[in-house]
């Protein structure tokens, strides 16, 4: 059975960082390509970032203060958030997906197979 279980969220001021992490389980998990995505209350998931082997991406919105990184010997990911802003609030999932796609598809939460439940990150103006 996989499962995917994130960590770190909280409540932190504007200007603060946090970082979130992602254990997976059931998979082999070096194979899999790691998204991470956001949802504000009352609006759709968005991509935030992915990692497929040493290939970052991130949306527009995060790029330059969010860094994605993996440790595959732990089977974790994690999302590094600086210069976080009230407008990052939401819940943040982790998720993964075969490495078989071009890396755009990889903003769409349907080339994902796997999620994980989502952890709160609230930032206070």
């Known amino acids: 059975q996989v499962r995917l279980v994130e960590s770190g969220g909280g409540l932190v001021q504007a200007g603060g960082s946090l970082r979130l992490s992602c254990t997976a389980s059931?998979?082999?998990?070096?194979?899999?390509?790691v998204g991470w995505f956001r949802q504000a209350p009352g609006k759709e998931r968005d991509y935030v970032a992915h990692i497929r082997w040493n290939n970052l991406d991130y949306s527009d919105s995060v790029k330059g203060r969010f860094t994605i990184s993996r440790d595959n010997a732990k089977n974790m990911a994690y999302l590094q958030m600086s210069s976080l802003k009230p407008e990052d609030t939401a819940v943040y999932s982790c998720a993964a997906a075969p490495p078989f796609y071009r890396s755009i598809a990889y903003a769409r939460a349907a080339s994902y197979n796997y999620w994980g439940q989502g952890t709160q990150v609230t930032v206070s103006s």
């Open positions: 059931g998979l082999t998990f070096s194979n899999y390509v």
